[in-house]
């Protein structure tokens, strides 16, 4: 048994150790899942003696980092579901919610927004939005911690530890989304996606919010309770349970407050009773909804408990988006307003923010499995459905929404009618362009003046974050009737709402609306000249008609009735469906088509990967003056391990050259640049098959997420390695397309190699940037390969030259063909050399059994194909006599297929046919005699390469040596031998010389005559210590030397 | 002699002495054995004028256009190569074109492996201060930060780099050839401009490539071969090394009578004898170079021509036998001895004999003279074993352990002729002596 069977042994066994076990019985699935007949949900399960539950935040170990079993080396996530998938193997899945740490993401992305404090390396984490598999083997959990979702603006050394909190602390501020310079907030920031968009999205968003304060922030705290709660009562029963969640819900709310925010109750109180006496039907929905979850509780809606509990779970999700009001505690309304104007102050100082809002707005699409996760956080089926929208949130919603629905804003708008003073402040605060305007927005008399002022400004924020509201408003508006519909689920599960509630909100419905309205038509006008400014699509009119309600309605979802689109949101839990209905989206409303903006020159695109590209010019050769520190160039989209590598290379460039390369001007520069090796053309020609086998291969072992092993034998220079660099190319494109699954390529070399182990070393060092000793990496990678690691991306491995990597024990090449049969390694190698038999001749048959019998052979290219690449470069250029290319081509076909070899000869042919006048060819035909290349160039290139230039050497040796040469062939012919004594070549030598008529040279001059025509290699001998007892060879044969000499 | 000649020199006038000594700095100069002088080069130029342009063309390309290439010039030693290249890069630097790019020299007598050659490129690239940071680490960091520096750059963007492998065959026997494939593909592939030269003297260089090296080179040839004809070229070499150029001395008719000096030398029957026997023997111009600087070398106030004399005196010195000098400085018993062994090579034809035997013929011709008294068998081991000291004879190589010494074969290194030579010159060889060795020659 092999070392590394052994240790795979080993691993696999340690990690079957912690058994896990399902606590609780299992749960009714929710509609969508009822499909998925073989799925079990549970709420929870203990793994080993650790006990999780849904919501908790876990370490997940992760394979790919040097150190899997310690916390450092997992990653961080929230789990959102745990299930048991019915099958055989890995049938304990959990779906999560991914958290990154600060060093998981590029440098250049660390940025914060102005009024944020500086990341703590330690304590900060970000949501993660990129495309990650959220579907993870529990098995991978290492322990428990602990995350805490605060807002953005809150430093995280203010924020204490929870006392009672045994397990590791962590705070997330933001979310990451792979792209931009700045990390952005957690929900905070309108984009600048069009009004119908956010409209739609922020009803989601609104209904989202309704239960993100009961979700995450304070579910986070909540959990040693939950801990002492789980201890004390045995989850038996699911609506026990459930119950006593919700109460947990409600006093850890509390002990948030107070711990973290150490908020103002005064203003908190005010803040309620604006809220109560207002009884906004936003509000009522939330409190409606809340209620109904808190009915199952058996509490009554109007109890003192329960407003209290809404508002302040209310006013923790202002907490988290008006970050400047929070930290502070405000007294009084003046306090607030002040507060307020420090802030706008803050934003005035800080276009960095409306950069950051921008760029949100680029990465409005987002995976779906994202939203998937998202979405699952609920536990309940109730739940399920807000979460659906949040979901939808964190993809695009969320990102205008920063606003979003119960923000302060909302409560701000409540205040200001009451209290006037803030009223009065209206206008300044809309120039800030922050939650102001929607006190503004809220009033129905808003002056014109103001308005004016916003767009002037062009504070895209304000706009944007006005907008939301607004259309929450009118969102609810239209909504309303269907809401029980969209909640009809709910309303299944929770045995309805009750119905005086239901008329509570209506009644405060009309009331709504027609603020909404008014407010509506403003935000309209804002919002539309702003979307002018910036190119988009909107057909919309700069004008503001209080009619326009009814157009709005019907630009918000034209073509598609209310019903229909939100209906889909609604059921879309599984990715596919929320993705299929943004694509609905994005087809019905042609004004949103274009929706990447790229955030330093306005421009926008159709799709991202325009976007990306576009912005990676601006990276390239405009960096953002903002940002600190250089923008360094970094591939598109990659994970950060692969972005570590490239940025710590950049420094090592060869300088920049100072002046531009000229570039080719003639027909024969063109052609010769068309001809060098380096310039690969477009398509391969002569090579389909073979890349369509290649292609083929690795593309079914991407779609299965497997490993698998190919080799490709073939000679030097018949386009192994370019093909293999096409497919990948493609594979690229299709990945970014997302026709495939994202993939890591790396090329490896092994002639860049200086020996076989560091290959370990060099795949290391490509997979996670890290370096290691050969040893160390190896054992490194044997971990990675043979640990699962749901957040890895397959790897394309390309080894170049590997019969170098041949080594007594053979273990690189063991290694390197058994990683990819092992089940979580997801890695495909693509294995190169020259001979066809590699596997048979030189390797262990353990080895290539490995290996496996998946081989390409290249073939060297027939003359036709070659002629067929030389014409295929030389496409469009005029310069060679389509013969001379024959010739060229049936020369190198003959000696060797080689492609390099053709395509030199041809080069070198511009070359002379450049700087030597030949006589015109002397064929008939005009096209032959008007090409600038013709057969004599390529032959007289051909005789340079080919032809040896021995007898042009021996014909320029003096005359001495020539002698001492036919002296040796005299020598030879004496003796027989093709081997002669420099003794008695000597004497041939002074014999030939008195013949001649010559005064020999002493023997030193002869002996030094011999080096020279040793050094030259047109004599081979031994160390010429050996005197006279040399012994001398020709290194051509006796006949060519006699024809150089004849004449001599 | 050279003592003599100072002190000589010290007593003669100091004009003409310090007139002479300055014109010795400049044909030095001149007379250096590597590298050239500008007009050295400038006359390579002109002896290789389609070759130095096709170098030109390839450098310039890739310093302006940013095309990779590689080239190999072929040479046998001594014609030029590496100073062609030198004045092609001096032709560039004076068109400015080279300042765009950089030139790394190599040598494989100097970089003796991968190792050595990576650090050298890295310090010639001025790479050294981006490292600066970090320590340099093994051989395989040096190599795939080297590589990852080159595949970072692009055609448009970085600096083009010229490499000049001199002796480039011995690069060929670095392990696995990793320097020169690495070189090769970035010259084949879209990576950073780079042009690789390599000057070697093995014509059958390509054949030391690894296929796959082989393919990658771009099997571009320059040859250089050394112009045949004696008259107008070695000639014309001869002046051109002696001829002083028109404003480097002050006293400019001396300069003038100097070179007029060296014209009418070429004319000079006895000189061109000389010319011609050391063109026959080489064409390798370090030879004549060397011949020159013995000549050049001793002028002194008073001889201040170079003459037939002369050139033929430093062309003995130079192209003397070796053996036959060596020779020269034995003892009467170690000549006897080598006699002895010369009569065995004949006997025998070639094959090798051991001391007992050449004992044996000692002993014999010594009883037949009778005057010699034979010497002991130690003193005579004692000599012999000087005569393998100075390799004159050689042990046959194989398996000579456990034999003893006295058993060992040997071969002589002495043929008949360079022996015949030898005693020849010797004064006061004993008579018996000569015609033993004459009577068996």
Redesign the interface.
């Known amino acids: 048994m092999t070392l590394s069977a052994r240790i795979r042994l080993k691993m696999i066994g340690k990690k079957a150790n912690p058994k896990l076990k399902w606590l609780g019985e299992s749960l009714l699935p929710t509609r969508k899942d009822r499909l998925r007949s073989d799925v079990t949900f549970y709420r929870g399960f203990c793994l080993g003696n650790i006990p999780v539950y849904e919501k908790d935040c876990v370490y997940i170990r992760n394979a790919d980092s040097s150190d899997p079993d310690s916390p450092d080396g997992c990653d961080i996530a929230k789990v959102l579901r745990c299930y048991d998938n019915g099958q055989r193997y890995n049938n304990n899945r959990i779906e999560v919610q991914w958290y990154s740490r600060i060093g998981d993401i590029r440098k250049r992305q660390r940025n914060v927004p102005d009024n944020a404090p500086p990341l703590d390396m330690n304590l900060d984490l970000v949501k993660e939005e990129r495309a990650f598999d959220t579907d993870v083997d529990a098995e991978s959990i290492l322990s428990v911690c602990h995350v805490m979702e605060i807002p953005h603006d809150q430093s995280p050394l203010e924020v204490k530890k929870p006392s009672n909190l045994l397990e590791r602390f962590y705070i997330c501020r933001f979310r990451y989304t792979g792209k931009g310079a700045y990390l952005m907030p957690l929900k905070e920031e309108v984009t600048e996606v069009s009004r119908h968009t956010s409209a739609r999205r922020s009803l989601v968003s609104h209904l989202t919010n309704l239960t993100s304060p009961a979700q995450s922030p304070k579910r986070a705290p909540g959990r040693p309770r939950k801990i002492q709660e789980k201890e004390n009562t045995p989850r038996s029963a699911k609506k026990n349970a459930n119950k006593l969640t919700k109460e947990v819900i409600c006093i850890s709310t509390d002990e948030n407050d107070s711990e973290e925010e150490k908020l103002a109750t005064p203003l908190r109180e005010k803040m309620r009773h604006n809220l109560l006496n207002k009884k906004s039907p936003l509000q009522d929905k939330n409190r409606g909804i809340l209620q109904s979850k808190v009915q199952n509780s058996k509490r009554k809606a109007e109890s003192d408990v329960d407003d209290e509990a809404i508002p302040r779970k209310k006013f923790r999700v202002e907490d988290h988006q008006e970050c400047p009001v929070s930290p502070l505690p405000n007294k009084s309304t003046p306090n607030i307003r002040f507060q307020l104007k420090n802030f706008i102050k803050e934003t005035e100082q800080t276009p960095k923010e409306k950069k950051a809002a921008s760029e949100e707005e680029n990465s409005l699409v987002i995976s779906n499995d994202n939203m998937t996760s998202v979405e699952r956080k609920t536990g309940s089926g109730r739940r399920l459905k807000f979460v659906c929208y949040r979901s939808l949130n964190d993809g695009k919603i969320d990102m205008n929404g920063a606003l979003t629905a119960l923000s302060p804003n909302v409560k701000s708008s409540r205040s200001s009618h009451v209290s006037s003073t803030i009223k009065r402040n209206t206008p300044v605060k809309n120039v800030a362009g922050k939650p102001q305007n929607i006190t503004e927005d809220s009033d129905s008399d808003s002056s014109p003046q103001k308005v004016k002022d916003i767009t002037a400004t062009k504070k895209k924020i304000s706009n944007y974050k006005a907008t939301p509201l607004k259309e929450i408003g009118k969102l609810r508006a239209l909504k309303d009737n269907e809401i029980s519909d969209l909640l009809g689920s709910d309303c299944e599960n929770e045995k309805g709402l009750t119905s005086d509630e239901e008329e509570d909100t209506e009644s405060e419905h009309t009331f709504k609306k027609q603020k909404a309205k008014s407010q509506l038509d403003q935000e309209k006008t804002e919002s539309r000249s702003k979307i002018h400014s910036q190119n988009n699509l909107n057909v919309a009119t700069t004008k503001s008609t209080p009619t326009k309600l009814s157009q709005n309605k019907s630009k918000l979802f034209p073509g598609i009735g209310t019903r229909d689109l939100i209906s889909p949101l609604l059921d879309g839990r599984t990715p596919k469906k929320v993705k299929k209905t943004r694509e609905l989206k994005v087809k019905s409303k042609s004004t949103v088509k274009k929706r990447f903006r790229c955030d330093e020159c306005n421009e926008t695109f159709t799709t991202r990967t325009e976007l990306l590209d576009h912005e990676e010019d601006h990276d390239d050769f405009k960096p953002l003056p903002r940002t600190p520190g250089r923008k360094k160039k970094q591939s598109k989209g990659t994970p950060s391990l692969k972005t570590k590598k490239k940025s710590s290379?950049?420094?090592?460039?060869?300088?920049?050259?100072?002046?531009?390369?000229?570039?080719?001007e003639t027909t024969l520069?063109l052609a010769?640049?068309r001809l060098?090796?380096?310039?690969?053309p477009d398509t391969l020609p002569c090579r389909e098959t073979q890349f369509h086998d290649v292609y083929s291969f690795v593309e079914g072992k991407l779609l299965d997420g497997t490993g698998g092993c190919m080799y490709i034998s073939g000679?030097?220079?018949t386009g192994k390695t370019a093909t293999v660099r096409e497919t990948v190319k493609l594979l690229r494109e299709c990945s970014k397309d997302s026709h495939l699954p994202p993939f890591t390529f790396l090329e490896i070399?092994a002639?860049?190699?200086?020996?076989p182990h560091?290959l370990w070393?060099?795949v290391l060092?490509l997979l996670t940037g890290t370096?290691a000793t050969a040893e160390h990496a190896s054992s490194l990678l044997e971990k990675r390969f043979n640990t699962p690691a749901p957040r890895r991306e397959p790897t394309l491995l390309l080894v170049d030259?590997l019969d170098?990597l041949w080594t007594r024990k053979q273990d690189v090449m063991y290694n390197l063909f058994d990683w990819p049969s092992r089940p979580f390694s997801k890695l495909i190698v693509v294995a190169i050399a020259?001979t066809m038999d590699l596997p048979e001749r030189v390797m262990l048959t353990r080895v290539s059994s490995r290996l496996g019998l998946t081989r390409i052979t290249f073939q060297p290219y027939t003359h036709t194909q070659l002629q067929e690449i030389v014409r295929s470069r030389l496409l469009g250029i005029n310069a060679f006599d389509p013969d001379a290319i024959q010739l060229v081509a049936r020369k190198v076909a003959a000696l060797?297929g080689?492609a390099?070899?053709a395509l030199?000869i041809c080069?070198?042919a511009t070359?002379i046919a450049e700087?030597t006048k030949m006589p015109p060819s002397p064929s008939k035909s005009p096209v032959k005699r008007a090409a600038l290349v013709g057969m004599l160039h390529v032959d007289q290139a051909i005789k340079?390469?080919f032809t040896?230039?021995?007898i042009?050497?021996i014909?320029?040796?003096?005359?001495?040596?020539q002698y001492v040469l036919k002296a040796v062939v005299a020598e030879f012919t004496r003796s027989g031998l093709e081997e002669a004594?420099f003794?008695r070549v000597?004497?041939q030598y002074?014999s030939l010389c008195r013949f001649e008529g010559?005064e020999p040279?002493?023997?030193?001059?002869i002996l030094?005559?011999v080096n020279?025509l040793t050094?030259?290699?047109?004599v081979l001998t031994e160390h010429s210590?050996?005197?006279?007892?040399l012994r001398l060879r020709l290194?051509l044969s006796p006949d060519d030397v006699s024809y150089a000499l004849q004449d001599v | 002699m050279g003592l003599k000649r100072q002190r000589e020199d010290d007593e003669e006038g100091d004009g003409a002495d310090d007139l002479m000594t300055q014109l010795q700095q400049h044909l030095r100069h001149n007379l250096t054995l590597w590298g050239s002088t500008h007009e050295a080069g400038e006359k390579l130029l002109s002896l290789y004028r389609s070759e130095a342009q096709h170098l030109e063309e390839l450098m310039t390309r890739t310093l302006t256009l940013g095309e990779s290439n590689s080239a190999m010039v072929l040479a046998p030693r001594g014609t030029g190569k590496s100073a062609l290249l030198d004045t092609v890069l001096k032709k560039l630097e004076r068109t400015g074109s080279l300042c765009e790019g950089f030139v790394v020299r190599l040598s494989g007598l100097l970089q003796t492996d991968d190792r050595h050659a990576l650090r050298e490129i890295t310090s010639q690239l001025r790479l050294e201060t981006a490292t600066a940071n970090k320590v340099f680490g093994s051989f395989a960091e040096n190599l795939s930060f080297l590589l990852e520096s080159l595949r970072f750059g692009s055609k448009e963007s970085s600096k083009p780099v010229l490499f000049i492998l001199e002796e480039f065959d011995l690069f060929c026997h670095h392990r696995n050839q990793t320097l020169l494939y690495n070189l090769f593909d970035v010259a084949q592939s879209a990576q950073a401009p780079i042009c690789v030269l390599g000057l070697t003297c093995r014509l059958d260089v390509i054949e030391l490539l690894e296929k796959r090296v082989k393919s990658r080179f771009s099997h571009r040839h320059i040859h250089l071969f050394p112009p045949d004809a004696f008259d107008p070229h070695y000639l014309a070499t001869f002046t051109h090394l002696l001829t002083l150029p028109p404003d480097t001395l002050p006293h400019k008719d001396f300069a003038e009578r100097w070179n007029s000096d060296v014209a009418s030398l070429v004319e000079d029957i006895e000189v061109r004898r000389v010319l011609k026997r050391i063109h026959t023997t080489t064409k390798d111009v370090r030879t004549l170079k060397a011949i020159l600087l013995v000549c050049v070398s001793g002028l002194s106030g008073e001889n201040e021509r170079v003459d037939a004399k002369r050139l033929t005196k430093a062309h003995t010195l130079l192209s003397g036998d070796s053996k036959t000098k060596l020779l020269h400085g034995l003892s009467f018993l170690q000549l006897t001895l080598i006699i002895a062994m010369s009569h065995l090579t004949h006997t025998y034809d070639g094959e090798p004999y051991n001391f007992e035997m050449v004992l044996h013929e000692y002993l014999k011709f010594s009883r037949r003279h009778s005057h010699t008294r034979p010497l002991p068998r130690p003193v005579v081991f004692k000599a012999f074993d000087q005569l393998k000291g100075l390799e004159l004879i050689r042990a046959v190589e194989g398996n000579t352990r456990g034999t003893q010494r006295e058993y060992r074969l040997y071969h002589l290194l002495v043929t008949s002729e360079q022996l015949s030579t030898a005693l020849g010159t010797i004064q006061a060889l004993p008579t018996d002596l000569q015609q033993w060795a004459v009577s068996a020659i």
């Open positions: 290379s950049q420094t090592t460039l060869v300088p920049a050259r100072s002046d531009p390369v000229s570039q080719p520069e010769r640049a060098h090796v380096s310039a690969v000679v030097p220079g070399n002639m860049s190699l200086t020996e560091q070393v060099q060092k370096k030259e170098l020259n060797s080689d390099r070899r030199d080069r070198r070359e700087t340079e390469m040896s230039p021995k042009l050497a014909r320029s040796c003096s005359v001495m040596e004594v003794g000597l004497e002074i010559m040279c002493n023997a030193s001059e030094s005559s020279r050094s030259q290699r047109l210590r050996r005197d006279l007892t290194n």
